[in-house]
């Protein structure tokens, strides 16, 4: 989603919101994240005015007060948390682990592969297909559900690297783990943000 992702060509502009869109916002991140309750305050706190970054393709990103880049949607999909926040608040989502050779081809915005998520170094968490997952360097989340917040939640998960300690990208589970496991070739998770890429280098906007 980011990989060719310029903030110089990419942003069409800045939105600021109303009080109640900003509620609503507040509901959904609530609804879909329970594991953030009482830290979305910290997040987002209630006096801070945050705004949306439109861009390209269809993509918002929530950023707030102070410029911080918090959470990215496309289109009406469910909100994604940035690599940058999952570093600081790295519980609010379950993952799965990828092993040590598929790091550096998820680092160059490519999906993960079925054989990186079974392999000797790589763990998963049970998911259904269309999950956002985290990992502990990878964080990967599904953007084409359209079903209950409550149930976006469950399909969060995060992707971690062998070896290492921080969300490496975040991604859509192509596949359950069930099928994942026992088909084991084509992709398992397609790759929506990773570190260094266009929304990772993105400053903080003012």
Request: proline fraction near 5%; hydrophobic fraction near 40%.
């Amino acid at each position: 989603m980011f990989k060719r992702f310029d903030e110089k060509e990419s942003i069409s502009g800045v939105q600021q919101l109303k009080s109640s869109v900003q509620k609503g916002i507040r509901t959904k991140l609530q609804e879909q994240f329970p594991h953030l309750d009482g830290y979305l305050d910290s997040i987002l706190p209630k006096k801070d005015t945050f705004r949306i970054v439109k861009c390209h393709d269809h993509i918002e990103i929530i950023v707030s007060g102070a410029g911080e880049l918090l959470f990215f949607r496309q289109r009406e999909g469910p909100w994604i948390p940035t690599l940058r926040l999952l570093h600081k608040y790295p519980f609010f989502l379950p993952w799965e682990q990828v092993d040590k050779g598929a790091i550096r081809f998820v680092l160059s915005g490519a999906n993960i592969m079925c054989p990186g998520l079974t392999s000797p170094g790589a763990k998963m968490t049970p998911v259904e297909k269309g999950t956002v997952v985290v990992s502990l360097l990878l964080t990967i989340i599904t953007t084409f559900f359209r079903g209950p917040y409550s149930l976006v939640y469950a399909m969060l998960r995060a992707v971690m690297a062998e070896g290492k300690q921080h969300a490496l990208a975040v991604g859509v589970t192509a596949l359950s783990t069930t099928d994942i496991a026992s088909v084991n070739k084509g992709v398992g998770i397609e790759n929506c943000h990773y570190l260094n890429d266009g929304l990772w280098q993105m400053k903080p906007v003012k």
